[in-house]
């Protein structure tokens, strides 16, 4: 920002409020992880309270309204997703009834993958789950583009550790009557 001699609008309203409380500019580049972490610690609170991460229900395994029995012919919904934080990364699906009963399932990593790897890991969960509940039509929502239209067909193959996973989904798609892929975009999902 300070070595560049054209500067655009916004850079120079920084350059200018920053100039007033002696804040000098350093690369990003020089800076290293350890002198940050240096610094994050020598301002560490004394009433710091550390994140909660426990559920209040642990034990609620799903939420559902009891309705007649679905016929088998009826399309059953598939959400799926990963996520990341302080504790780790998983990835978790949500199998919704035509009537609507939400049956959310959840599993945590424990190797090293890709983003995409965990994409398709959720993605074979969910499947796996509508395959031991005997659904037969299924409709599948995630918001990896990748994933989804690899599934489909309309995009290839070209990261080699990726095709272990399609292989594997585009066998178990093979127990369904009528199974439909769809891209949901990460904020409608």
Known sequence: MME??????????????????????????????????????SRALEDYEPLKFDFPNEDLMYV???????????????????????????????????????????????????NNMTEYEACIMGIRAAIDRKIRVLEVYGDSALVIYQLKGAWEMR??????????????????DDIKFFYLPSDEN
């Not at 609008?9 to 007033?20: D, K, N, V």
């Open 64 to 114: 559902a309204t009891v309705e007649e029995d679905t016929p088998k012919d009826r399309s059953w919904k598939l959400n799926f997703d990963r996520a990341s934080n302080a504790i780790g990364n998983g990835v978790g699906a949500v199998l919704i009834s035509p009537n609507r009963d939400h049956y959310p399932f959840t599993c945590k990593l424990d190797f090293d993958y890709t």
């Open 159 to 176: 990261d080699p550790k990726l095709i272990n996973y399609q292989k594997l989904v585009l066998e178990l798609i093979e127990q369904f």
């Open 4 to 41: 560049s001699t054209a500067l655009n609008g916004r850079m120079a309203r920084w350059q200018i409020l920053l100039s007033e409380f002696d804040i000098i500019y350093v690369n990003q580049k020089a800076v290293k992880g350890s002198a940050v972490i240096d610094f994050l610690a």
